[in-house]
T-cell receptor, first 111, second 115 residues
């Protein structure tokens, strides 16, 4: 079992819709969880991080964490074509706090 | 500098040559990562430096790959006897490391092409 799993997609949503991206992880001791966005040919950039159960909102983005079920999700409200990118989930695990990455979910927002 | 700096930004080398890629992390960041990403693929972990601890080299794909970090700051990734399959973008990232929720910041990458 991979340590961090994401659906590779592509996930296609119409402009203005809610995009829902999911990530599951295997290490129950994980403390911190991150969502990064990567445009084609560019480096990943942080969208948000979360480390408490529940929801965390930042503008159009909401991260949701459920440690009991070992999943973290990202909701993007009012999706825009500029949101089209690959979304990477990263989980901090282990005593050395190394980040473990999923392979990413490709999102396409159609005008 | 304000961000993670990598050099060279682009490198074309002949098969069999050695290459060195440099990463200058954000000042004060104790953790440094090297990743490799081939076109359209996910991030492939290579090596992780955390403060004065022994580096986690578990991601290095072969003994042709090595990395060092001098003085807890600048890091160099060396690829010996390059092969065409080494062509990829090599990304460096850094963070404060020991803090919970330690956001990592990426450099712009070094694009390596082996011909």
């Amino acid at each position: 079992q991979k340590e961090v799993e994401q659906n590779s997609g592509p996930l296609s949503v119409p402009e203005g819709a809610i995009a829902s991206l999911n990530c599951t992880y295997s290490d129950r001791g994980s403390q911190s969880f991150f969502w990064y966005r990567q445009y084609s040919g560019k480096s990943p950039e942080l969208i948000m991080f979360i480390y408490s159960n529940g929801d965390k909102e930042d503008g159009r983005f909401t991260a949701q964490l459920n440690k009991a079920s070992q999943y973290v999700s990202l909701l993007i409200r009012d999706s825009q074509p500029s949101d089209s990118a690959t979304y990477l989930c990263a989980v901090e695990a282990g005593n050395n706090r190394k980040l473990i990455w999923g392979l990413g979910t490709s999102l396409a927002v159609n005008p | 500098g304000a961000g993670v700096s990598q050099s060279p930004s682009n490198k074309v080398t002949e098969k069999g040559k050695d290459v060195e890629l440099r990463c200058d992390p954000i000042s004060g960041h104790t953790a440094l990562y090297w990743y490799r990403q081939s076109l359209g693929q996910g991030l492939e972990f290579l090596i992780y430096f955390q403060g004065n601890s022994a580096p986690d080299k578990s991601g290095l794909p072969s003994d042709r790959f090595s990395a060092e970090r001098t003085g807890g700051s600048v890091s160099t990734l060396t690829i010996q006897r390059t092969q065409q399959e080494d062509s990829a973008v090599y990304l460096c990232a850094s963070s404060f490391g020991q803090l919970s929720g330690n956001t990592i910041y990426f450099g712009e990458g070094s694009w390596l092409t082996v011909v």
